[in-house]
């Protein structure tokens, strides 16, 4: 028997099936499953890149500068802190029930001073401190509920519904030059570089 040619014969079945095993493999880490979260940051990231720039000016994960604050928003109604959750948006009655009224309003001020204090140079105060939920969509109910004075959860897939909603609200919306002034001390006050200079 020659064995020059009994040695490709068997070999070249191993590799092809060695080679189909391992392809399959890699294909299967590829799919998404449960154990690989989505970052909810990036999520709300990519729904505020969708905002229109002016009369929105945002400054995109601010990586812990702010506190547990991700986004900072500032438009026609004024500097909005947000913060990412990767949940379903609870109902404010439940919430007000289990934390308190007194709690949730110290929570928002707490959440908004960072913002407060790099805004400071602008002389514009961070008017809201914003929790973006993604979980499963609520259609049935309002794009964004308003908590306590000061905090609202918003529905991640529809942000920017909320941010119409509270442009059209503001009572006394911010001109141009007061929401540049306000994202230029925001950008320069957690270390970027002046995006206006």
Same mark, same amino acid.
């Given at each position: ?60 994960? *601010? #990586?812990?500068? @702010? ?8 438009? =026609?109604?004024?500097?909005? &802190? +947000? ?75 529809? *942000? #920017?519904?909320? @941010? ?8 006394? =919306?911010?001109?141009?030059? &007061? +929401? ?18």
């Amino acid at each position: 028997m020659d064995l020059g040619i009994v040695i490709p014969l068997v070999v070249l079945p191993i590799l092809v099936v060695g080679g189909y095993v391992w392809y399959r493999r890699s294909i299967g880490e590829l799919a998404p499953d449960e154990t690989r979260p989505v970052s909810g940051v990036r999520l709300t990231a990519e729904a505020l890149h969708r905002e229109a720039e002016p009369p929105w000016r945002v400054v995109h994960e *601010v #990586g812990g500068a @702010l506190g547990g604050v991700d986004h900072v928003v500032i438009g =026609p109604a004024g500097i909005i &802190a +947000i913060t990412t959750v990767a949940a379903d948006r609870p109902a404010p009655d439940n919430l007000i029930r289990v934390t308190g009224e007194a709690q949730l309003v110290s929570e928002a001020a707490v959440n908004r001073g960072p913002v407060d204090e790099v805004a400071r140079p602008s002389e514009v105060a961070c008017r809201v401190w914003a929790r973006v939920f993604w979980g499963v969509p609520a259609p049935s109910r309002p794009p964004h509920d308003e908590l306590v004075h000061g905090s609202q959860l918003v529905e991640g897939q529809r *942000v #920017g519904e909320w @941010l119409d909603a509270l442009a059209a609200d503001a009572d006394d =919306p911010f001109e141009t030059a &007061a +929401i540049d002034r306000a994202w230029q001390a925001v950008v320069t006050g957690i270390g970027r570089p002046d995006p206006l200079g």
